[in-house]
Each structure stands twice: as structure tokens, then as C-alpha cells.
């Protein structure tokens, strides 16, 4: 009993280091790389649109292969290469897709399943929103125009806005966007955990079984 004790005060200690520990995001145009780190055990790398350079993806520095996409060509040879669907098969699939089509429309013309469902939604996004924490930002901009730069130096050395947010004027034509983002994932469960309880499911039944009934049979 005492070896399950500790078993699971051990295995509670790692799920809560896990749920704490944010995510972080880092933004570099200068490398022009997005990298995405949770704690020492994954990290993911690739290339910001544009940039040359391959993904990258590594578990405790251990990098693993990242599956690149096929060529046009392959992936067209690839579905030809697949065995036909039965005809039976290919009707079933659309006529599915459109009784599901139906059956959201119906839900959302419930006035009180829209207003409960906006609800919900809107404090997920209020929740997401308060997960992700900005923990670094370095930008420095360059106008083309030297009086513009010596305009905006001047604005942030007086309200002193540039030290606060990171934000540095320069005079060699340099562009850069330097970004670190914190996720945390409890604060992510949280909303989650807030945002499923609170959906209309018992109107979201009733106009299922209305649905039913009313499909030909």
C-alpha cells in the first residue's frame, strides 16, 4: 500500500510539472525560424514561409525525421495506385456529409442554442487569450526616411514605451521581429474544462431526435 502511495505521488508530481510548465513559442525573422520548447523534452523547428531550411523535431535532443511532403506527381501516382470505392460506397459518403449539413443548420436556427453556444465560445476565446503570455519582444525598425526614425526615437525615448515593449529605432535600414510566446497548458485545460459543461446538450438532443423523426426511413 505504501509502494502505491508513493507511485502516486510521484506520478501527480509529473503531471502537475507537465500541466504547469508552459509552452514556448519563439518568432525570429532575423534566423527567420519559428521554434516551438516544452520543457527538455520536445522541441520543433522550421523554417518562417519563404526561408530556406528544413523542420526539425527533437525528443530530449534526440532528433527524429520529419516526413516531408510527396511531390505532385508521387502523390497523384499514390491515389491511382489506391483500389477504386464501390459505387455504393461513394454515394453514402456525400449523403452523410449533407444529413450532417442539415442537421447544424437546424441547430443553429434554435435561438437558444446560438445564444448559448456564442457564450460558451466567447469565454473560451477570453480563456485561450489569458493562457498565452508575451515573455520577450525585440523589434527594431528602420524608416526610409532618416527625419521619420529620428521622429519615432524621439516619441519612444519620451514616453519611454520602447524600453517597456522592446521596441528600438535604428538608422541601417534593419527590420527585425523578435517574439516569445508562453502557453500553459493548465490554463488551456481550464478552458476547456469550463467550455464543454456549459454547451446545450439536452436542446442539441432534442432537436436530434426531431431530425430522426422527421428522415425518411
Given at each position: ?94 449523403g452523410k456529409r449533407r444529413a450532417l449539413g442539415r442537421f447544424l443548420v437546424r441547430c443553429l436556427g434554435d435561438s437558444g442554442i446560438r445564444r448559448a453556444l456564442a457564450r460558451q465560445l466567447s469565454m473560451l476565446l477570453r480563456r485561450i487569450f489569458r493562457s498565452v503570455n508575451l515573455a520577450r519582444s525585440d523589434l527594431d525598425i528602420s524608416m526610409p526616411d532618416p527625419a ?70
Amino acid at each position: 500500500m505504501e509502494i502505491f502511495l508513493i507511485v502516486l505521488c510521484v506520478v501527480f508530481f509529473l503531471l502537475a510539472i507537465v500541466m504547469v510548465s508552459p509552452v514556448v513559442i519563439a518568432v525570429d525573422s532575423r534566423q527567420r525560424r519559428l521554434c516551438v520548447r516544452w520543457l527538455l523534452a520536445l522541441e520543433f523547428q522550421m523554417p518562417l514561409p519563404g526561408a530556406p531550411g528544413r523542420k526539425s523535431f527533437a525528443v530530449f535532443h534526440k532528433p527524429f525525421p520529419v516526413r516531408r511532403k510527396q511531390p505532385a506527381e508521387d502523390a497523384a501516382g499514390a491515389k491511382e495506385e489506391k483500389p477504386a470505392k464501390t459505387a455504393a460506397a461513394v454515394q453514402k459518403a456525400p449523403g452523410k456529409r449533407r444529413a450532417l449539413g442539415r442537421f447544424l443548420v437546424r441547430c443553429l436556427g434554435d435561438s437558444g442554442i446560438r445564444r448559448a453556444l456564442a457564450r460558451q465560445l466567447s469565454m473560451l476565446l477570453r480563456r485561450i487569450f489569458r493562457s498565452v503570455n508575451l515573455a520577450r519582444s525585440d523589434l527594431d525598425i528602420s524608416m526610409p526616411d532618416p527625419a521619420l526614425n529620428g521622429m519615432l526615437a524621439g516619441a519612444l525615448a519620451a514616453s519611454g514605451h520602447g524600453n517597456r515593449s522592446g521596441i528600438r529605432v535604428n538608422f541601417a535600414g534593419e527590420n527585425s521581429l523578435f517574439l516569445e510566446l508562453h502557453v500553459h497548458p493548465h490554463r488551456l485545460f481550464k478552458a476547456f474544462l469550463f467550455f464543454l459543461p456549459g454547451l446545450p446538450y439536452r436542446a442539441v438532443f432534442k432537436q436530434w431526435r426531431a431530425f430522426s423523426a422527421a428522415r425518411p426511413h
